[in-house]
């Protein structure tokens, strides 16, 4: 990967000591968003034990318990099987993953950035947990409906850097579009659940959790156009918009268990990664000022 290979996540490429390795298997874990996913927060479940609800329009999705317990988690996963999961959205038994796991944006991953994770999250305490059964709406539940899905709209592949770009921007768009699956949230979606690709990054008003999530292009009307790459890197860091308010919801969850532990040059370059896509005019706040639906941002 040239250059974005060059500047690793919080880990020098010419180490393989464990320490590294555990190090950066941190990083990734942080900036990847896996312990606001997998964790059941709001019932005082353990870290990475599952069972953290995903509320979406297709029902309630579940996490998984990704401990290393060999009953419950995955303890008894080789690294080829849970690479292949983030790679190929495929289980320990080659069954199709829901794509509420943003395997779509995993699949661009690094390996060296997929084996230190893998590292870090085996290193960490098994609980013994069972799995919650997803509560979905009859036509989401069928293996058969996934396969069908990732046929329409699926693409695995690495990340590819753009020579044309500079590194600053390619380590942005890397962490932007992989690592911290950005447009998972706010990208909208068509009936099926498919990204709308001319729509990338416009908001959506159905986002995770029935929530609101905001238009992060550069409209100047309906996004963030008015903000500078610094006032993007600070709100990334703590949560401050430029107009003096916090973020809240999900998006907080995210600047609280994630974003604030990454380091400001990648936040900066996440930031001049977002501010450089086409500005799309797209409102996404719902009408009425007592709505209990705010922005992620609010």
């Known amino acids: 990967m040239g250059l974005l290979v060059a500047a690793p996540l919080a880990y020098s490429a010419g180490s ?16 990847a968003g896996c312990l606001s996913c997998h964790t059941d927060d709001k019932h005082g479940g353990s870290a990475l034990a599952g069972r953290r609800a995903l509320i979406t329009p297709f029902g309630t999705f579940y996490s ?8 419950t988690g995955i303890g008894r996963w080789s690294e080829h099987e849970f690479t292949r999961a983030l790679r190929a959205g495929l289980g320990r038994n080659l069954e199709p993953l829901y794509p509420a796991f ?17 590292i870090y999250l085996q290193s960490r305490p098994a609980v013994k947990q069972a799995n919650k059964t997803h509560d979905l709406k009859w036509f989401a539940s ?18 590819k850097p753009n020579p044309q770009k500079s590194a600053s921007w390619n ?3 890397y962490l932007v ?21 001319n729509m990338r990054y416009a ?33 990334l860091e703590n949560g401050m918009t430029p107009g003096g308010d916090f973020a809240g ?35 996404v706040r719902k009408a009425g000022k007592n709505t209990a639906q705010k922005e992620a941002w609010e």
């Open 249 to 283: 919801g999900v998006m907080a969850e995210a600047i609280d268990n994630s974003l604030r532990y990454l380091r400001r040059e990648d936040l900066a370059d996440i930031a001049e990664y977002i501010q450089s896509l086409p500005a799309i005019e797209h409102a």
């Open 16 to 31: 393989k000591t464990p320490d590294n390795i555990l190090t950066r298997g941190e990083y990734v874990y942080r900036a």
């Open 102 to 118: 943003p395997y779509t944006s995993y699949t661009q991953m690094t390996d060296a950035d997929l084996h230190a994770l893998w």
């Open 203 to 235: 908001g959506t008003r159905t986002g995770p959790e029935n929530s609101v999530v905001p238009n992060i292009t550069r409209d100047k009307k309906t996004g963030i156009g008015k903000w500078s790459v610094g006032d993007l890197t600070t709100y």
């Open 64 to 71: 998984p318990n990704i401990t290393p317990d060999p009953e």
């Open 142 to 159: 069928a293996r058969a409906t996934i396969r069908l899905w990732k046929a329409l709209y699926f693409i695995p592949g690495a990340y």
């Open 171 to 173: 380590r942005g768009a």
């Open 177 to 197: 579009e992989a690592i911290t699956h950005c447009s998972e949230c706010h990208t909208p979606r068509n009936a099926l659940g498919g990204a709308s690709t």
